[in-house]
């Protein structure tokens, strides 16, 4: 495979740049260079600028909406989205929900949800588990009751991400008891506002709000909300978690971590006039998770060249869900070592921090680091991946 840039593309990724660096709003982007979390309006604005300009549903096709990029200018422009320090975009709606819109959606539903997904107006949040119900999703209990041309939606949604930010929400829910439980799942929207909906939010260890607990309690929601088939909702689900599990490879964000991260080590002493990379021990430990960084990416040019033609990624993003992961993991590690004893200091997501040095990393790195375990965790956990692996791609 040829992993070199084709120059061809190279006045793509000038345009790319440009636009992050000029007409991409700048108050957003110096924002989130201080790791303090967005706002909702500021989510918002930062998706209706990439929406504005047609690049937010950047994988979506053209008949859609979408840019018509193929696969290498999708990845030029994620590289540079995460080298400008952009915030990535909410896969909940353009990445997750929007190919199920136009691959299972009624003409009406297309209409209704893809122009403001597609153009940043809509946030989405993502209610697949239940508080007993994780890896065995197919034994959720949420229900949605048929009643005349509504659906009586009640039960709990947990660690539902970004959920505080989303106009609406999509829903697996138990619509009948079948022997099969997959058979007896449907998949619904509901607005974030509708009467009956309550929102708990969920501070983790890395000090964010990014879950949230969604309570339904008689929610009513049109019959037309549902998506499909009654009875199908589980089919659907398994295409959108190819999308899900390729989304975690973000190698332009690794790397950006990465070179701050050498930057760091080289640039302060840490007792006498010994650098950080001067230490053997770390250099081999930051010289792997850059090897590590090159070997996902040529795993992800693998499996997403199988799929040009537009398909869902399968079973073989769940190869990339534990790469990634693992990988992402491996580079956070090394804030702890920039951070040493610094690293004791809680991090307040409501004040900027200054970042410019090692010490004044240490909380925002920890806090990082923290925020990585939970990758192994969510879009299915990783010993999960392994089970799948084991039975559908080596059919053990
Ligand atoms: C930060 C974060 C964000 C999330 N965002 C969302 C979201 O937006 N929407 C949403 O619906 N969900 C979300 N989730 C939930 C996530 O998908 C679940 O946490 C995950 O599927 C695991 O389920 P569980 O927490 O119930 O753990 P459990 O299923 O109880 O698993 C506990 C442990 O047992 C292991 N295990 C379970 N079954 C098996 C098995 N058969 N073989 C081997 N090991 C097994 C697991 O790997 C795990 O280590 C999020 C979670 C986190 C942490």
Not at 89 to 110: E, H, N
Request: proline letters at 5%.
């Amino acid at each position: 495979m040829d992993l070199s840039p084709n120059p061809a593309l190279e006045p793509f990724r000038k345009d790319v740049r440009e636009f992050f660096e000029s007409e991409y709003p700048q108050d957003i982007r110096a924002k989130v260079a201080t790791g303090a979390s967005l706002t909702t309006a500021e989510v918002r604005k930062s998706e209706m600028a990439l929406g504005a300009k047609g690049w937010l549903a950047s994988a979506w096709p053209q008949e859609y909406g979408g840019p018509g990029w193929g696969l290498e200018e999708q990845y030029i422009f994620d590289e540079e989205l995460e080298r400008a320090g952009i915030p990535t975009v909410t896969p909940m709606g353009v990445i997750y929900v929007g190919p199920i819109f136009y691959t299972f959606g009624s003409d009406a539903q297309k209409e209704k949800w893809l122009p403001g997904t597609r153009d940043g107006s809509l946030g989405w949040a993502q209610g697949y588990s239940e508080p007993d119900s994780g890896s065995d999703l197919a034994s959720l209990q949420f229900s949605a009751k048929r009643d005349g041309d509504e659906y009586v939606l009640n039960g709990t949604k947990i660690w539902t991400s970004a959920a505080q930010h989303a106009d609406w929400i999509f829903i697996l829910a138990r619509t009948s008891k079948e022997e099969k439980k997959q058979m007896g799942i449907s998949f619904i929207c509901s607005e974030m506002d509708r009467p009956g909906v309550t929102l708990k939010p969920i501070i983790t260890i890395d000090g964010k709000h990014v879950l949230n607990m969604v309570i339904f309690d008689d929610v009513r929601v049109p019959a037309d909300y549902l998506i499909g088939e009654e009875g199908k909702g589980w089919t659907y689900s398994q295409y959108l978690l190819g999308f899900e599990r390729t989304s975690y490879a973000r190698i332009g964000g690794k790397r950006k971590q990465l070179s701050h991260i050498r930057a760091l080590a080289t640039a302060e002493p840490t007792g006498g006039n010994r650098k950080l990379i001067d230490d053997d021990a770390f250099a081999r430990k930051l010289t792997d998770a850059e090897l590590a960084v090159d070997g996902l990416e040529m795993t992800v040019l693998r499996v997403l060249s199988a799929v040009k033609d537009g398909g869902s990624p399968g079973k073989e993003a769940s190869i990339i869900k534990i790469l990634a992961t693992e990988t992402a993991q491996q580079i956070t590690t090394l804030y702890l070592d920039v951070a040493a004893s610094h690293g004791q200091r809680k991090f307040d997501d409501s004040v900027s921090p200054d970042w410019t040095g090692h010490t004044a990393y240490a909380a925002p790195g920890v806090s990082t680091y923290f925020g990585a375990r939970a990758q192994s965790i969510y879009g299915g956990t990783n010993e999960i991946q392994k089970n799948i692996i084991a039975k559908r791609v080596l059919g053990l």
